[in-house]
């Protein structure tokens, strides 16, 4: 389908920054085709009008944990040991795999209405990641949560055969190649060195990059020191994953050699701020990873731990914290952070999506700019970071394909949503 959006306020790449500019833009099947006047020739089934209205590039969730969704504020105020591994596992352990549907349904309704396009999940029941994602027609990269070693040789193996079967079913799906995996070795304190070194092994055969969790909390690092005489960062270094484009959830608590390792080795940070904050965990070190020059990207990690998976609250808080910990204002830009959302997921992902430009895939939130909070609209870019809180997204395109038009889902049905996750509740909520 041609899409035609007349009179749009866009926020354009420019060089490094970003530039508002009112234009045309136009969208041939899944790509821009043009953001400047309309060509002639560009007939289009479908007319946007555009005026009063702002476009940006589909936000990207670097990690998240969508069926957590139903564990929203079951597990709060608890130290990160605690959520984990006394609260948020045994409930994972009565989780059906048609629970872990709904609440990935749930995660891309909420994602998509304030404006994410395309998120990196890590899921136990991979598939059901899979069905949620191709139905509510976002884009995503899945992988199935690898944990074990010799502890639990025949569930480490389960978990990378499921990984492997979910991926060739994958194969069959009519998707346009919106949904794509990575491998996702859990943590190092999930996994044992034997069973990171297989999947190394398996990433390299398969041609697939990795998704894990790093150095999110003091108590991994001290443990890593103990166990290993080594930093977690450099653990992994050693145990050859950096070898392949990797994706390292949270990087909270890094020494400047870890550093150094991230940057040089090209491994991408998703840094969830709101995440690694409610458990008590710190907060990456942003503006250091910045000047070594490492890829940082944003994610909302899951809901039990968040609890929304709104991308604009998690740009806003993430320029706030590094302004008042280090009492510098310049310390995390928005233009930093709306790139953080975008264009560095996408190069995180290798995805062809992240900026509004003719060629890339056409992933794009329309806000309604008739808000109190946007006006005036004298800085688009500080108004998304500071001001917005993901209620103006009014249309979703994804792929091409609009999925969300003046706030009316056009690939799923909400209530029925809602009706499942509340049965679900019953079985954990308190
Ligand atoms: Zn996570």
């Given at each position: ?61 670097c990690h998240t944990h969508a069926y ?51 998120f990196t999940d890590m899921h136990m029941f991979e598939g059901?990641s899979v ?9 995503a990269v899945i992988s199935r949560g690898l944990s074990g ?7 480490a193996?389960?978990r990378i055969?499921e990984a492997l079967?979910e991926m ?12 794509s995996f990575l491998l996702g070795p859990h943590a190092i304190?999930t996994c044992?060195?034997?069973y990171l070194?297989e999947i190394v092994?398996l990433a390299?055969?398969k041609?697939l990059g990795l998704n894990v969790h790093l ?21 992994l270094?050693?145990?050859?994953l950096?070898?392949l484009p990797t994706l390292a959830a949270h ?19 998703a ?28 994610g909302?990690d899951g ?46 992902l ?81």
């Open positions: 389908m041609n899409i035609l959006i007349k009179n749009i306020t866009a926020l354009l790449p420019d060089g490094e920054g970003i530039k508002a500019k009112i234009c045309d833009i136009c969208i041939s099947g899944d790509r821009i085709v043009s953001v400047d006047s309309a060509p002639e020739n560009f007939i289009a089934q479908k007319v946007i009008n555009g005026s009063g209205k702002m476009a940006i590039p589909g936000l990207i969730n957590m969704t139903v564990f929203r504020n079951v597990a709060d105020d608890l130290s990160f040991q605690d959520w984990l591994m006394g609260n948020i596992m045994p409930l994972e352990d009565q989780l059906t795999s048609e629970d872990g549907y709904w609440g990935a349904m749930l995660g891309c309704l909420e994602m998509i209405k304030t404006g994410t396009t395309c059901q069905r949620a994602a191709y139905e509510s027609g976002m884009r070693g010799e502890s639990d040789k025949a569930g193996k389960r055969d079967r060739d079913a994958a194969k069959s799906l009519d998707d346009n190649g919106r949904i304190y044992d060195n034997g070194s092994a390299k055969e041609k150095s999110e909390s003091r108590f991994e690092v001290g443990s890593c020191m103990e166990q290993h005489g080594c930093s977690p960062v450099e653990l270094d050693k145990l050859g950096f070898e990087c909270v608590h890094l020494s400047d050699d870890d550093i150094s390792l991230l940057a040089k080795r090209g491994v991408s940070v840094t969830n701020p709101i995440s690694n904050m409610k458990l008590g965990n710190g907060f990456a070190p942003i503006p250091k990873l910045q000047k070594a020059g490492v890829n940082i990207c944003l909302t809901a039990a731990s968040n609890n929304a998976l709104n991308m604009f609250r998690e740009m806003g808080i993430l320029s706030l914290i590094h302004k008042g910990a280090l009492e510098e204002a310049q310390a995390v830009s928005a233009v930093d952070v709306l790139n953080f959302a975008t264009v560095n997921g996408a190069k995180a290798g995805l062809e999506t992240g900026v509004i430009s003719p060629g890339k895939k056409a992933d794009i939130a329309i806000l309604d700019l008739d808000v109190p909070q946007f006006r005036p609209l004298n800085n688009p870019v500080s108004a998304l970071c500071y001001s917005a809180n993901g209620s103006e997204v009014e249309t979703v395109i994804i792929d091409g394909n609009i999925v969300m038009e003046n706030r009316r889902m056009a690939t799923l049905d909400e209530q029925r949503i809602f009706f499942e996750v509340e049965r679900i509740r019953n079985k954990f909520g308190k």
